[in-house]
């Protein structure tokens, strides 16, 4: 994957607990901001996915009440 450098500012609270974190894992600021990043986007993929399935299952709930209207329809018919 190709890198490409970019300049941000954030607090030097952040800045110091980057560069401690980096330090204890013997790595760099751009690696653990790179670590984070794709764990927020993991987060929030799982989030997208969970309330799709969410959304999902009450539709899917709907479909089999109805189904099962229809069923006792026909079979009290």
């Known amino acids: 994957m190709s890198k490409t450098k970019i300049t941000i500012s954030i607090d ?3 800045v110091a607990d980057l560069d401690r974190v980096a330090k204890l894992k013997r790595s760099n600021r ?3 901001i790179e670590e ?3 764990v ?3 987060k929030y993929i799982e989030a997208a996915l ?3 399935y969410q ?3 009450k539709e899917d709930c709907k479909a089999a009440e109805e ?3 229809i069923a006792q329809e026909i ?3």
């Open 12 to 14: 030097k609270k952040f």
């Open 30 to 32: 751009s690696t653990l």
């Open 36 to 38: 984070a990043i794709k």
């Open 40 to 42: 927020w986007e993991r």
């Open 50 to 52: 969970k309330q799709g």
């Open 55 to 57: 959304a999902m299952a």
């Open 67 to 69: 189904y099962v209207r």
């Open 75 to 77: 079979l009290h018919e």
